[in-house]
């Protein structure tokens, strides 16, 4: 189904705007809470230099990076865990966090590990990382809005869905836009995957007018046994239009978000008004929820991750909740909530999403202005010598 410019444009660009609400205030709202304030010993600041990760002292230490539209700069557009490690059931699960431009963190405790592609991700914006089978599994496009620079496609073919293979520490194409029965042209520019159907935006650009269309697929088999080559038939596609995608990534009522982040939050949700994105490690898209009557600047933005043995909320502003257990050890601070403060940040700067592994969390950091990204990176936390403290 096929939309005018102005009315589809409005509803494609609901990712982006999701995006604003979470990375590009100018102003960080806190929590106020009581909170331990994590000491220098028990954390590492990482920044990114062009296709690198560099230790650093502190973020405001990092070299000047000129802002650029989040879809063009190298920063963390997403990252979570697995629920559990699809190589060795007896290791901790892993981390990873998406580098737009560049490639995949690996987090493996302590130890990191960067996998980088220029094939796919130089000239491609890399986001909406899941997991499929514990195999993380992204998407790549050409944000033609904010790059207009010559599309270099690979004998002509679009990319699409793409997987890191964990074996051989490689990514690999999983579909095409071709796939989809859409021309080269066309980009699915966002999806939503609820661990059955995978809801798309397309968009489709020629010299004199843009289109957005709509689709679901659902794959008859393995995911991951699919390529370019040998997908199209392996799909049941269906039109579908910007309602059906709205819903697939519609905000819901606080009341309905897990009840163990319910559970952890007690202390804010009662007189703060809470924009929350949830992930499931190992698992599908993020859901949103929000305990607003009304969209305004005064919301408390935040990352959340559920796993099997623990919950945990990261603030934009460092706020960290946390209650469970970490991998291989016992229920820390007698299954209480842990609260927490990360180090404080720049004006202009803000936490975003997370991922633990072991006993290591690893959370990204940017300089944030609006839809711009300056500086960018991760910082690593030793949560077993934090939680002691406890």
Known sequence: MRNKFSLSFFYALIAIFTFFTFSCSKKVNSVSSDFSEIKSSTHKWYYFSQNEFLQIEKPQKAPFIPAKPYTESVRISSASSQMKNQENEYSAPKGFALVNRVGMLIFDNEEIDFVKDATFFTDKTASNLVFYNETPVFSVYKSS?????????????????????LNQKVFFPILNVENLGLDSNCEITDFVWDGQYWTCSVKKTDASKTDFSFLTFQVKKDLLLLSPTSAQKELFIQQTDSQAFRTSRKIESYKHSPQRIQEILKSVQ???????KVYTAGSHSPRYFSNQKNQNENKLNATCLLSDIFSAVLFEDGSFYIN???????IFNQGKTCAMKFPKLPAGYVYSDFAITGTYLYAAWEESAFFKTGKSGFIQIDLNKVLANF
């Open 145 to 165: 809005f904010f790059n207009n620079s010559e599309r270099k496609n690979t004998e002509n073919l679009n990319p699409f869905l793409v997987q890191l293979n």
């Open 270 to 276: 009662k007189k703060d008004e809470l924009f929350l």
């Open 324 to 330: 469970g257990a970490l991998y291989e050890k016992n």
